[in-house]
């Protein structure tokens, strides 16, 4: 399961940038899982961020893909 926190970047970690917002993940977990996509939704039961990546279809394709 993806998650959230608030890290500082370490030497095993990749940082990307998107909407100016800086990103960091575990290279190795970002080579198992890449495409990740980030968006901030806003429901009736509150509003956040949702992840999505590959790594949610397992074997298969997901919805992520364009297969």
């Given at each position: 399961?993806?998650?959230?926190?608030?890290?500082?970047?370490?030497?095993?970690?990749?940082?990307?940038?998107?909407?100016?917002?800086?990103?960091?993940?575990?290279?190795?977990?970002?080579?198992?899982?890449?495409?990740?996509?980030?968006?901030?939704?806003?429901?009736?039961?509150?509003?956040?961020?949702?992840l999505?990546?590959?790594?949610a279809?397992?074997?298969?394709?997901?919805?992520?893909?364009?297969?």
């Open positions: 399961m993806l998650g959230m926190a608030l890290d500082e970047p370490l030497e095993e970690d990749m940082t990307f940038s998107d909407r100016d917002v800086e990103f960091i993940i575990e290279k190795k977990l970002f080579e198992e899982v890449r495409p990740i996509r980030v968006d901030f939704i806003e429901a009736a039961t509150g509003s956040g961020f949702k999505t990546s590959n790594l279809a397992g074997a298969g394709c997901g919805g992520s893909c364009s297969c």
